[in-house]
């Protein structure tokens, strides 16, 4: 079945860094688009970036641009996203996300906490 499982959330300080990882796994990743969302407490899901199959195509939300990169391996089955210069506002639970056959398929999540 399809499964997305991210990784690599945790604590970090205003500035510091973490790069998220999402395996997919039930079906060709190749073929599909993936993208990153957020949601903060209270606050509803947000696009923070999306790559095409081929990863030649990038969006960013203009909140990250400059400071957040999505990335693919395709031979890994696996999309990234390198998080630099992290702000208390970027705190959420991070999710990749991608259209599967006409369905949305969503990760578990992963937390991302940034605070001194």
């Known amino acids: 079945q399809v499964q997305l499982v991210e990784s690599g959330g945790g604590l970090v300080q205003p500035g510091g860094s973490l790069r998220l990882s999402c395996v997919a796994s039930?079906?060709?990743?190749?073929?599909?688009?993936m993208s990153w969302y957020r949601q903060a407490p209270g606050k509803e899901r947000e696009l923070v970036a999306t790559?095409?199959?081929?990863?030649?195509?990038?969006n960013y939300a203009d909140s990250v641009k400059g400071r957040f990169t999505i990335s693919r391996d395709n031979a890994k089955n696996t999309v990234y996203l390198q998080m630099n210069s992290l702000q208390p506002e970027d705190t959420a639970v991070y999710y990749c996300n991608s259209k599967i056959n006409t369905v949305w398929r969503w990760g578990q999540g992963t937390q991302v906490t940034v605070s001194s």
């Open positions: 039930g079906f060709t990743f190749s073929y599909y688009d």
């Open positions: 790559i095409t199959s081929d990863g030649a195509n990038i």
